[in-house]
């Protein structure tokens, strides 16, 4: 995967010698949006399109008055200094110790959306539609298939044809 980003120029080398920890599990995350775009925008109070999935809290900022305000209620990630808080619209659900967030934070983000039947908020249905097929190994109905998706799944298979 960081081969991919830094073709697409969505990740920068060098990379830590760690590609399990936590930081550059943050990274690559920040990354996942522009390296398997939507085309629908992103509501206007969210800053990025990685603000969609994850959100690294400041010091001092309150989790419950963020969500509160955050204009999506699709599963998010809240990362502190010391755990990962994974949140469903404004309520937290379950919460994972920093040092085994690189391990499990994708798992239980999906998990979410599979238990509650959720569906993908438009604004990151590619990146986690990739993540459904390519990393979970599901296979997605036909009329989830967006043209984003395609485009950006015959790019990925390109890639590691070259």
Request: with cysteine; aromatic share 12%.
């Amino acid at each position: 995967m960081q081969f991919y980003g830094v073709w697409k120029k969505a990740l920068k080398p060098p990379f830590p010698l760690s590609l399990c920890g936590v930081d550059f599990t943050i990274a690559l995350l920040k990354a996942l949006q522009s390296l398997f775009p939507s085309p629908t925008p992103l509501p206007k109070r969210l800053g990025n399109a990685s603000e969609a999935l994850l959100h690294i809290l400041q010091p001092k900022q309150d989790p419950s008055f963020y969500l509160e305000k955050r204009p999506l209620s699709s599963p998010l990630l809240l990362i502190d200094g010391t755990a990962c808080i994974l949140a469903v619209g404004n309520m937290p659900a379950s919460t994972l110790a920093k040092d085994s967030f690189c391990e499990g934070f994708l798992f239980i983000l999906m998990a979410y959306y599979y238990t509650f039947d959720l569906t993908y908020p438009k604004c990151v249905t590619t990146v986690l539609s990739v993540i459904q097929t390519e990393v979970l190994g599901d296979a997605i109905h036909d009329r989830d298939a967006t043209s984003a998706y395609k485009k950006a799944i015959t790019e990925w298979k390109s890639f590691f044809e070259k």
